[in-house]
């Protein structure tokens, strides 16, 4: 299994999970596949917004990846 997928799957579970902690367990998980990729950053941020959005289409009822989406956001800002 890839680190992508790795990611991906943990990332599924916290987008149904209401865990009040739920937003910095999400960063770690984002933050590890970050500083294990041998991509650039740019490039790994891609393909986990590309898998998010992937998982989105899935369209199962009760996931909610605004958080997951928004942390990428915010880190694609700060290397702006």
Do not use: F, H
Request: hydrophobic share 40%; aromatic share 6%.
């Amino acid at each position: 299994m890839d680190r992508l997928e790795t990611c991906i799957d943990a990332l599924r579970v916290l987008a149904r999970s209401n865990d009040p902690d739920r937003a910095s367990i999400v960063e770690g998980y984002i933050d590890a596949y970050l500083t294990t990729e041998t991509v650039s950053v740019w490039q790994a941020l891609e393909r986990l917004r590309k898998g998010i959005r992937d998982e989105q289409a899935e369209g199962r009822e009760g996931e909610n990846w605004s958080i997951a989406k928004g942390y990428i956001r915010s880190v694609l800002r700060g290397l702006a």
